[in-house]
């Protein structure tokens, strides 16, 4: 296999702003989970170097924020996730009103918090990403 064929291919700021808005309707859409990566319009990669190229060329400090904070919530598309997206207990924050639902409250948190922990473990690799590229939040 020769360099070029090992290369990223190139971006144009036109087609890399496409991709981010792509992927920011998404979050929109898919809300506070854990979600199946095979729901991106776009491979990980190729996201990460449409955001990054889009926060270089942002217009303003909030844009970029706004797609620095992009490029964290990839951290929320895991492999194997499934159809089902994986959310939190939503009662954190008051108290339980039954034991049916300390029932279920644990057993969410159950299912949850392995993915919250691989989710908050490439949170902190794409923080460092960001930082490598120049990029401060």
Known sequence: MD???RRKPSLTYLQARGIARTYNALLEKKGRAIVDERSLPFSKAVIKQALL??????????????????????????????????RGPRAFGRAPKSQGEVVAMAASLEKSLPWLRKST?????????????GIKD
């Open 3 to 5: 360099q070029r064929s």
């Open 53 to 86: 190229l889009a926060i270089r060329l942002a217009p303003s400090e909030e844009v970029r924020r706004g797609l620095a904070r992009s490029y964290l919530m990839l951290s929320e598309f895991q492999s194997e996730v499934g159809n089902e997206p994986i």
């Open 121 to 133: 473990i490439e949170m902190r690799q794409l923080t460092k990403e960001l930082q490598d590229n």
